[in-house]
Nanobody, 125 residues
Framework: QVQLVESGGGLVQAGGSLRLSCAASGGTFSRYTMAWFRQFPGKDREFVGGISWLGGPIYNKDSLKGRFTISRDNAKNTVSLQMNSLIPEGTAIYYC??????????????????WGQGTQVTVSS
């Protein structure tokens, strides 16, 4: 059973930065596609970005690509989401997700097998 644990969320002022981390255990992390989703109040989870075990992250929107960076460390079984220039509209619960044995980064939450518990990110104006 794969377990994912996110950390690094919190309260930050607009324009600030946060780095979220997701630690994986219980599986062959190096073969997983990892992704970050976020959920706004009353909405479904939204794909933020992801990275396969081959590398080369992709992002949901061009506006995120310049401010968000996804990276993975297969030696430490972690995936990170560096968020810069945060805006209040980015306030959400951020989730880490994993899909085993895949080289494709899916943008749909139903394609992922494992989820973390989520971490709250609040951006104040």
């Amino acid at each position: 059973q794969v377990q994912l644990v996110e950390s690094g969320g919190g309260l930050v002022q607009a324009g600030g930065s946060l780095r979220l981390s997701c630690a994986a255990s219980g599986g062959t992390f190096s073969r997983y596609t990892m992704a970050w989703f976020r959920q706004f109040p009353g909405k479904d989870r939204e794909f933020v970005g992801g990275i396969s075990w081959l590398g080369g992250p992709i992002y949901n929107k061009d506006s995120l690509k310049g401010r968000f960076t996804i990276s993975r460390d297969n030696a430490k079984n972690t995936v990170s989401l560096q968020m810069n220039s945060l805006i209040p509209e980015g306030t959400a619960i951020y989730y880490c997700a994993a899909r085993s044995s895949s080289v494709v980064v899916y943008r749909v939450q139903s394609e992922y097998d494992y989820w973390g518990q989520g971490t709250q990110v609040t951006v104040s104006s």
